[in-house]
T-cell receptor
């Protein structure tokens, strides 16, 4: 089944403890992206990647890191999480390397709480 | 700049009523796509429809219908005979070319629909 898999679905952590949210897609998609969703703010893009070793900042990159060493994987790294990073996170992929012109396949989401 | 406005933050209807969710967009491109996604309480994003800028035909899928009007830059979504299972947050989105020359997807802030039994 074609899908984007995020793990974990739920995560509670403490301030300052490094964490990684994994994202993997099995569709050979070129473009991958991370979004966060907050009440009243909708979905905002954190980082995106047009291909292996090509990543760029989205609208809200502060406090996050990403890497794209393999085409299928695009992990989101929080080196020192803070409570304002408590959010619902979505990974998404699109077959067109220039971006999601035709839309995304979304992962199921990761609900992160930082205390 | 690209922008998607969903003016209705929350809507409540009684079951079996019809409801329309509004979406207004801004883009300088002549070629673009419009989308609607549903987010049920479980949190995942469910794709509903994609429409390209050259196809202004209205679309109907069961109880769902979409009205695309380029003249008013709107892409409204109507649910006929609403059901409790329609309770969700609905997002409208626009894909077009960003300032950097790549494509981007811009989301509205969502409309929370509550259908009361």
């Amino acid at each position: 089944e074609a899908q984007v898999t995020q793990n974990p679905r739920y995560l509670i952590t403490v301030t300052g403890k490094k964490l990684t949210v994994t994202c993997s897609q099995n569709m050979n998609h070129e473009y991958m992206s991370w979004y966060r969703q907050d009440p009243g703010l909708g979905l905002r893009q954190i980082y995106y990647s047009m291909n292996v070793e090509v990543t760029d900042k989205g609208d809200v990159p502060e406090g996050y890191k990403v890497s794209r060493k393999e085409k299928r994987n695009f992990p989101l790294i929080l080196e020192s999480p803070s409570p304002n990073q408590t959010s619902l996170y979505f990974c998404a992929s699109s077959f067109d390397g220039t971006g999601p012109f035709y839309g995304y396949t979304f992962g199921s989401g990761t609900r992160l709480t930082v205390v | 700049a690209q922008k998607v406005t969903q003016a209705q933050t929350e809507i409540s209807v009684v079951e079996k009523e019809d409801v329309t969710l509004d979406c207004v967009y801004e883009t300088r491109d002549t070629t673009y796509y419009l989308f609607w996604y549903k987010q049920p309480p479980s949190g995942e994003l469910v794709f509903l429809i994609r429409r390209n800028s050259f196809d202004e035909q209205n679309e109907i899928s069961g109880r769902y219908s979409w009205n695309f009007q380029k003249s008013t830059s709107s892409f409204n979504f109507t649910i006929t005979a609403s059901q409790v299972v329609d309770s969700a947050v609905y997002f409208c989105a626009l894909s077009d070319v960003s300032g950097a020359g790549s494509y981007q997807l811009t989301f509205g802030k969502g409309t929370k629909l509550s259908v009361i039994p």
